[in-house]
Protein backbone atom coordinates (compact mmCIF):
# COMPACT_ATOMS: atom_id res chain seq x y z
CA UNK A 1 0.00 0.00 0.00
CA UNK A 2 1.16 3.76 -0.81
CA UNK A 3 1.77 6.13 1.93
CA UNK A 4 -0.32 9.34 1.18
CA UNK A 5 2.26 11.98 1.08
CA UNK A 6 2.43 15.19 3.31
CA UNK A 7 0.72 17.18 0.95
CA UNK A 8 -2.28 14.83 0.26
CA UNK A 9 -2.75 14.65 4.31
CA UNK A 10 -2.84 18.28 4.71
CA UNK A 11 -4.77 18.57 1.50
CA UNK A 12 -7.41 15.90 3.24
CA UNK A 13 -7.47 17.73 6.55
CA UNK A 14 -8.06 21.15 5.26
CA UNK A 15 -10.14 20.94 1.44
CA UNK A 16 -9.74 24.65 1.50
CA UNK A 17 -6.75 25.63 2.10
CA UNK A 18 -4.93 27.52 -0.55
CA UNK A 19 -2.03 26.23 -2.67
CA UNK A 20 0.04 28.87 -0.92
CA UNK A 21 -0.50 27.92 2.39
CA UNK A 22 0.28 23.90 1.52
CA UNK A 23 3.15 25.39 0.17
CA UNK A 24 3.75 27.26 3.07
CA UNK A 25 3.06 24.37 5.72
CA UNK A 26 5.26 21.74 3.97
CA UNK A 27 8.30 24.36 3.71
CA UNK A 28 7.93 25.21 7.35
CA UNK A 29 7.69 21.16 8.08
CA UNK A 30 10.91 20.02 6.05
CA UNK A 31 13.71 22.47 6.58
CA UNK A 32 16.58 20.64 8.10
CA UNK A 33 17.95 21.14 11.56
CA UNK A 34 21.30 21.97 9.61
CA UNK A 35 24.68 22.62 11.49
CA UNK A 36 25.62 26.84 11.92
CA UNK A 37 28.95 26.57 10.70
CA UNK A 38 30.76 29.71 9.98
CA UNK A 39 33.57 30.11 7.15
CA UNK A 40 37.00 28.73 7.22
CA UNK A 41 39.21 29.28 10.08
CA UNK A 42 36.17 30.99 12.54
CA UNK A 43 34.35 28.95 14.87
CA UNK A 44 30.30 28.68 14.69
CA UNK A 45 30.15 30.66 18.38
CA UNK A 46 32.40 33.70 17.48
CA UNK A 47 30.66 37.09 17.69
CA UNK A 48 32.84 38.17 14.61
CA UNK A 49 31.96 34.98 12.81
CA UNK A 50 32.90 35.42 9.36
CA UNK A 51 36.59 37.72 9.77
CA UNK A 52 39.91 36.22 9.29
CA UNK A 53 41.59 34.77 11.77
CA UNK A 54 45.31 36.99 12.57
CA UNK A 55 48.04 35.63 12.13
CA UNK A 56 50.39 35.99 15.16
CA UNK A 57 54.52 35.04 14.47
CA UNK A 58 56.84 34.57 17.46
CA UNK A 59 60.52 33.98 16.48
CA UNK A 60 62.74 32.15 18.53
CA UNK A 61 66.74 32.41 20.34
CA UNK A 62 69.49 33.97 18.33
CA UNK A 63 66.95 35.17 15.72
CA UNK A 64 64.42 38.33 15.47
CA UNK A 65 60.98 38.98 13.80
CA UNK A 66 62.70 39.71 10.43
CA UNK A 67 62.86 35.77 9.98
CA UNK A 68 59.27 35.73 9.21
CA UNK A 69 59.53 38.32 6.52
CA UNK A 70 59.02 35.93 3.40
CA UNK A 71 56.06 33.93 5.57
CA UNK A 72 54.77 37.91 6.43
CA UNK A 73 54.39 39.09 2.58
CA UNK A 74 53.21 35.59 1.27
CA UNK A 75 50.09 36.21 4.13
CA UNK A 76 49.59 39.45 3.68
CA UNK A 77 49.21 38.86 -0.32
CA UNK A 78 46.56 36.21 1.00
CA UNK A 79 44.69 39.02 2.59
CA UNK A 80 45.58 38.12 6.26
CA UNK A 81 46.66 40.28 9.29
CA UNK A 82 49.96 39.50 10.50
CA UNK A 83 51.53 40.45 14.04
CA UNK A 84 55.04 39.24 15.05
CA UNK A 85 56.00 40.82 17.92
CA UNK A 86 59.12 40.92 19.94
CA UNK A 87 60.29 37.79 21.88
CA UNK A 88 62.24 38.92 24.96
CA UNK A 89 64.27 35.99 25.19
CA UNK A 90 65.00 36.65 28.83
CA UNK A 91 63.34 33.45 30.22
CA UNK A 92 60.21 30.87 29.84
CA UNK A 93 58.16 32.08 32.52
CA UNK A 94 59.05 36.28 31.44
CA UNK A 95 58.41 35.83 28.13
CA UNK A 96 55.23 34.00 27.99
CA UNK A 97 53.65 36.36 29.78
CA UNK A 98 54.49 39.06 27.84
CA UNK A 99 53.27 37.09 24.47
CA UNK A 100 50.08 36.63 25.59
CA UNK A 101 49.69 39.97 26.89
CA UNK A 102 49.95 40.74 23.02
CA UNK A 103 47.46 38.12 22.38
CA UNK A 104 44.77 39.51 24.69
CA UNK A 105 44.52 43.12 22.88
CA UNK A 106 44.05 40.74 19.46
CA UNK A 107 40.15 40.25 18.62
CA UNK A 108 38.95 37.77 17.11
CA UNK A 109 40.20 34.67 15.91
CA UNK A 110 43.91 33.75 16.48
CA UNK A 111 46.30 31.55 14.63
CA UNK A 112 49.85 31.69 16.75
CA UNK A 113 52.86 30.19 15.16
CA UNK A 114 56.50 29.90 17.12
CA UNK A 115 59.53 29.13 15.81
CA UNK A 116 62.80 27.11 18.24
CA UNK A 117 62.35 28.55 21.58
CA UNK A 118 59.15 30.48 20.11
CA UNK A 119 57.27 27.03 20.13
CA UNK A 120 58.09 26.94 23.78
CA UNK A 121 56.72 30.12 24.40
CA UNK A 122 53.50 29.97 22.36
CA UNK A 123 52.33 26.42 24.31
CA UNK A 124 51.98 28.56 27.26
CA UNK A 125 50.52 31.90 25.94
CA UNK A 126 48.39 30.83 24.37
CA UNK A 127 46.71 28.67 27.51
CA UNK A 128 43.20 30.30 28.81
CA UNK A 129 42.95 32.07 25.53
CA UNK A 130 39.68 31.14 24.18
CA UNK A 131 40.60 33.21 20.78
CA UNK A 132 43.75 31.15 19.83
CA UNK A 133 42.10 28.36 17.37
CA UNK A 134 45.58 26.59 15.69
CA UNK A 135 49.12 26.33 16.92
CA UNK A 136 51.80 25.69 14.30
CA UNK A 137 55.13 24.84 15.61
CA UNK A 138 58.08 25.14 13.10
CA UNK A 139 61.68 23.36 13.67
CA UNK A 140 60.27 24.45 17.62
CA UNK A 141 60.16 22.63 21.07
CA UNK A 142 57.30 21.68 22.30
CA UNK A 143 57.35 20.81 26.34
CA UNK A 144 54.88 19.36 28.10
CA UNK A 145 53.35 20.80 31.32
CA UNK A 146 56.64 21.26 33.82
CA UNK A 147 59.12 20.36 31.22
CA UNK A 148 62.47 22.15 30.91
CA UNK A 149 64.02 22.68 27.44
CA UNK A 150 67.50 21.45 28.72
CA UNK A 151 65.90 18.42 29.67
CA UNK A 152 63.56 17.73 27.04
CA UNK A 153 66.64 18.71 24.39
CA UNK A 154 68.44 15.72 26.12
CA UNK A 155 65.74 13.29 25.05
CA UNK A 156 67.22 12.82 21.28
CA UNK A 157 70.66 12.59 20.09
CA UNK A 158 71.32 14.77 17.00
CA UNK A 159 71.66 18.71 18.44
CA UNK A 160 75.34 20.25 17.74
CA UNK A 161 73.81 23.59 19.80
CA UNK A 162 75.38 22.80 22.95
CA UNK A 163 78.78 23.07 21.60
CA UNK A 164 78.48 26.22 19.82
CA UNK A 165 77.27 28.15 21.94
CA UNK A 166 78.88 30.72 23.63
CA UNK A 167 78.35 31.77 26.93
CA UNK A 168 78.64 35.79 27.80
CA UNK A 169 77.86 37.34 31.05
CA UNK A 170 75.30 40.39 31.56
CA UNK A 171 74.39 42.84 33.97
CA UNK A 172 71.87 45.07 34.14
CA UNK A 173 70.06 47.17 37.02
CA UNK A 174 68.32 44.26 38.20
CA UNK A 175 71.22 42.08 38.75
CA UNK A 176 73.61 39.88 37.41
CA UNK A 177 73.47 36.71 34.60
CA UNK A 178 74.45 34.72 31.52
CA UNK A 179 73.49 35.25 28.00
CA UNK A 180 73.91 32.63 25.12
CA UNK A 181 75.05 33.47 21.62
CA UNK A 182 75.93 31.26 18.83
CA UNK A 183 79.47 31.40 17.81
CA UNK A 184 79.94 33.19 14.46
CA UNK A 185 82.33 30.41 13.02
CA UNK A 186 79.41 27.47 14.02
CA UNK A 187 76.38 29.53 12.81
CA UNK A 188 76.34 28.62 9.30
CA UNK A 189 76.57 25.38 10.02
CA UNK A 190 74.31 24.74 12.76
CA UNK A 191 71.51 27.49 12.61
CA UNK A 192 71.37 28.18 8.61
CA UNK A 193 72.92 25.90 6.93
CA UNK A 194 70.97 25.95 3.61
CA UNK A 195 70.98 29.77 3.58
CA UNK A 196 74.18 31.73 1.62
CA UNK A 197 76.80 31.56 3.82
CA UNK A 198 76.62 35.70 3.55
CA UNK A 199 73.15 35.88 4.80
CA UNK A 200 73.79 33.33 7.75
CA UNK A 201 77.28 35.79 8.25
CA UNK A 202 74.48 38.93 8.55
CA UNK A 203 72.27 36.81 10.85
CA UNK A 204 75.31 36.58 12.86
CA UNK A 205 76.38 39.48 13.41
CA UNK A 206 72.66 40.59 14.29
CA UNK A 207 71.41 37.72 16.70
CA UNK A 208 70.04 38.19 19.68
CA UNK A 209 71.04 36.37 22.71
CA UNK A 210 68.65 34.31 24.76
CA UNK A 211 69.21 34.19 29.00
CA UNK A 212 70.90 30.94 29.75
CA UNK A 213 68.06 30.76 32.38
CA UNK A 214 65.22 30.04 29.89
CA UNK A 215 66.65 26.50 29.32
CA UNK A 216 66.18 25.65 32.65
CA UNK A 217 62.78 27.46 33.18
CA UNK A 218 59.59 24.71 33.01
CA UNK A 219 56.85 25.14 31.26
CA UNK A 220 53.65 26.74 32.35
CA UNK A 221 51.56 24.96 30.06
CA UNK A 222 50.72 23.29 27.19
CA UNK A 223 48.65 24.69 25.21
CA UNK A 224 48.67 21.75 22.58
CA UNK A 225 46.86 19.29 24.98
CA UNK A 226 43.32 21.54 23.90
CA UNK A 227 44.23 23.16 20.88
CA UNK A 228 44.72 21.87 17.73
CA UNK A 229 48.58 21.94 16.37
CA UNK A 230 50.60 21.73 12.73
CA UNK A 231 54.44 21.03 13.02
CA UNK A 232 57.09 21.12 10.58
CA UNK A 233 59.92 19.18 11.27
CA UNK A 234 63.10 20.46 9.73
CA UNK A 235 65.13 17.16 8.52
CA UNK A 236 68.45 18.42 8.70
CA UNK A 237 68.61 20.68 12.30
CA UNK A 238 71.38 20.61 13.73
CA UNK A 239 69.85 23.34 16.41
CA UNK A 240 66.65 20.92 17.68
CA UNK A 241 67.48 17.23 17.40
CA UNK A 242 64.48 16.04 14.30
CA UNK A 243 64.09 12.91 16.14
CA UNK A 244 62.77 14.78 19.06
CA UNK A 245 60.82 17.24 16.71
CA UNK A 246 59.04 14.31 15.65
CA UNK A 247 58.67 12.86 18.95
CA UNK A 248 57.23 16.44 19.98
CA UNK A 249 54.94 16.47 17.17
CA UNK A 250 53.67 12.87 17.47
CA UNK A 251 52.81 13.46 21.51
CA UNK A 252 50.80 16.48 20.73
CA UNK A 253 49.19 14.95 17.47
CA UNK A 254 49.93 17.57 15.36
CA UNK A 255 49.34 17.35 11.54
CA UNK A 256 52.94 16.96 10.57
CA UNK A 257 54.94 18.13 7.42
CA UNK A 258 58.39 17.29 7.08
CA UNK A 259 60.88 18.69 4.89
CA UNK A 260 64.68 18.85 4.10
CA UNK A 261 65.60 22.12 5.85
CA UNK A 262 68.17 23.63 8.22
CA UNK A 263 66.64 25.04 11.47
CA UNK A 264 65.07 27.95 10.01
CA UNK A 265 62.31 26.44 7.66
CA UNK A 266 60.64 29.53 7.66
CA UNK A 267 63.23 31.47 5.69
CA UNK A 268 64.68 28.49 3.21
CA UNK A 269 61.20 27.69 2.42
CA UNK A 270 58.84 29.86 3.22
CA UNK A 271 56.26 28.70 0.83
CA UNK A 272 56.07 25.65 2.80
CA UNK A 273 55.86 27.20 5.95
CA UNK A 274 53.35 29.59 4.37
CA UNK A 275 51.13 26.71 3.22
CA UNK A 276 51.45 25.02 6.68
CA UNK A 277 50.33 28.60 8.27
CA UNK A 278 46.86 28.58 5.57
CA UNK A 279 46.56 24.96 6.55
CA UNK A 280 45.72 25.88 10.29
CA UNK A 281 44.11 28.93 9.62
CA UNK A 282 41.41 27.08 7.18
CA UNK A 283 41.01 24.12 9.45
CA UNK A 284 40.99 26.19 12.69
CA UNK A 285 37.30 26.04 12.72
CA UNK A 286 36.68 22.24 11.89
CA UNK A 287 39.84 20.77 13.77
CA UNK A 288 39.85 18.84 16.85
CA UNK A 289 42.06 19.06 19.44
CA UNK A 290 43.87 15.56 20.76
CA UNK A 291 42.64 13.67 23.30
CA UNK A 292 43.35 14.45 26.72
CA UNK A 293 41.84 12.15 29.59
CA UNK A 294 42.62 14.83 32.70
CA UNK A 295 40.88 17.97 30.36
CA UNK A 296 37.38 18.44 30.81
CA UNK A 297 35.12 19.86 28.36
CA UNK A 298 34.98 23.15 30.59
CA UNK A 299 38.44 23.57 30.18
CA UNK A 300 38.37 22.77 26.60
CA UNK A 301 36.86 25.46 26.09
CA UNK A 302 38.65 28.09 27.96
CA UNK A 303 41.45 26.97 26.47
CA UNK A 304 39.58 27.66 23.17
CA UNK A 305 39.44 24.48 21.44
CA UNK A 306 37.41 25.02 18.33
CA UNK A 307 34.12 23.95 18.16
CA UNK A 308 32.95 21.18 15.87
CA UNK A 309 30.06 21.13 13.38
CA UNK A 310 27.07 22.72 16.00
CA UNK A 311 24.46 19.85 15.81
CA UNK A 312 22.93 20.38 18.93
CA UNK A 313 21.27 23.34 20.61
CA UNK A 314 21.14 25.34 17.71
CA UNK A 315 19.79 22.98 15.32
CA UNK A 316 17.54 21.97 18.07
CA UNK A 317 16.07 25.51 18.26
CA UNK A 318 16.10 25.43 14.31
CA UNK A 319 13.77 22.39 14.37
CA UNK A 320 11.48 23.97 17.42
CA UNK A 321 11.24 26.94 15.33
CA UNK A 322 10.08 25.05 12.43
CA UNK A 323 7.41 22.88 14.32
CA UNK A 324 6.05 26.19 16.02
CA UNK A 325 5.50 27.73 12.10
CA UNK A 326 4.01 24.67 10.72
CA UNK A 327 1.38 24.67 13.91
CA UNK A 328 0.87 28.30 13.30
CA UNK A 329 0.12 28.06 9.59
CA UNK A 330 -1.69 24.91 10.10
CA UNK A 331 -4.06 27.07 13.10
CA UNK A 332 -4.29 29.54 10.24
CA UNK A 333 -5.87 26.98 7.72
CA UNK A 334 -8.24 25.18 9.99
CA UNK A 335 -9.47 28.65 11.26
CA UNK A 336 -10.25 29.68 7.23
CA UNK A 337 -12.31 26.11 7.37
CA UNK A 338 -14.27 27.02 10.25
CA UNK A 339 -14.93 30.65 9.00
CA UNK A 340 -15.93 29.44 5.25
CA UNK A 341 -18.21 26.66 6.99
CA UNK A 342 -19.91 29.07 9.18
CA UNK A 343 -20.24 31.68 6.73
CA UNK A 344 -21.92 28.83 4.31
CA UNK A 345 -24.25 27.62 7.27
CA UNK A 346 -28.04 29.00 6.37
CA UNK A 347 -29.82 30.88 9.23
CA UNK A 348 -32.45 30.02 7.77
CA UNK A 349 -33.80 26.34 7.51
CA UNK A 350 -35.13 26.96 4.25
CA UNK A 351 -32.10 28.97 2.83
CA UNK A 352 -30.04 25.98 1.41
CA UNK A 353 -33.03 25.04 -0.83
CA UNK A 354 -33.26 28.54 -2.11
CA UNK A 355 -29.78 28.52 -3.16
Known amino acids: MTMPSTADLIRRRFPH????????????????????SGPAGTTGGDTDAGARPTVVLVHGAFA??????????????????????????????????????VLKNIKGPIVLAGHSYGGA??????????????????????????????????????????????PTPFETTSGKGTDLYIQPAKFHDVFAADLPAKTAAVMSAAQRPIAASAFTD????????????????????KS????????????????????????????????????????????????????????SASSDASAGKPALADTGSRSLALAGLGAVAAAAVLTGAGLVLVTRR?????????????R
Not at 84 to 90: K, Q, S, T
Not at 220 to 231: D, F, G, K
Open 240 to 295: IAPDLERFEAERAGSHTVEIDSSHVAMISHPDTVTDLIRDAAGSSSSASAPSDSSA
Open 64 to 101: DASGWNGVIERLQGDGYTVLAPPNPLRGLASDSTYIAS
Open 218 to 237: KALAAAWRTIPSWALVAKQD
Open 342 to 354: RRDTPSDPDASTA
Open 17 to 36: ASAAVLTVALCTVAVPASAD
Open 121 to 166: VISSAAAGNPNVKSLVYVSAFMPDKGEALGQLAAKFPGSELNSALS
